[in-house]
């Protein structure tokens, strides 16, 4: 894209950063995300969710809720594939109490509790 001088934009990133973390390379992911910031483009939910996915399917659940805080932070909310794939992660890990907390918290917070949050505890719990 560069060598045509097509810029990238935040959509072109996210796909990459989904892309690197569906092959489990996390690291890559994380320096294509901070070259977004280099860049001054803003990631967005789906960046994020991804991120926090590939933190999750490592088991680095200390950074995936890093970067859920950091959502927020920044003015987006976490929806429920942000929520679907933290319950994943740690259904896959055999963190149970954390995740019945952060499902508790999803229905404090009003957000409708769908077939994404449902699917995703089942997968993490296969």
Do not use: Q
């Not at 045509?4 to 935040?10: F, G, L, M, Q």
């Not at 569906?22 to 991120?51: H, Q, W």
């Not at 490592?58 to 805080?69: D, Q």
């Amino acid at each position: 894209m560069r060598k045509r001088r097509i810029s990238p934009n935040k959509v072109t990133y996210s796909t990459l950063i989904n892309g690197f973390v569906g092959e489990g390379k996390i690291g890559i992911a994380i320096r294509v995300f901070d070259e977004m910031s280099i860049l001054n483009l803003s990631p967005n939910r789906i960046t994020y969710s991804a991120l926090i996915d590939g933190h999750c399917n490592k088991g680095n659940f200390e950074e995936a809720l890093r970067l859920l805080v950091r959502t927020e932070a920044v003015g987006l909310r976490p929806n429920e594939v942000s929520y679907g794939a933290l319950l994943n992660g740690l259904c896959k890990h055999d963190k149970f109490d954390l995740a019945r907390g952060f499902l508790e918290k999803m229905r404090t917070d009003g957000m409708v509790i769908g077939h994404i949050t449902y699917t995703s505890i089942i997968d993490g719990l296969s």
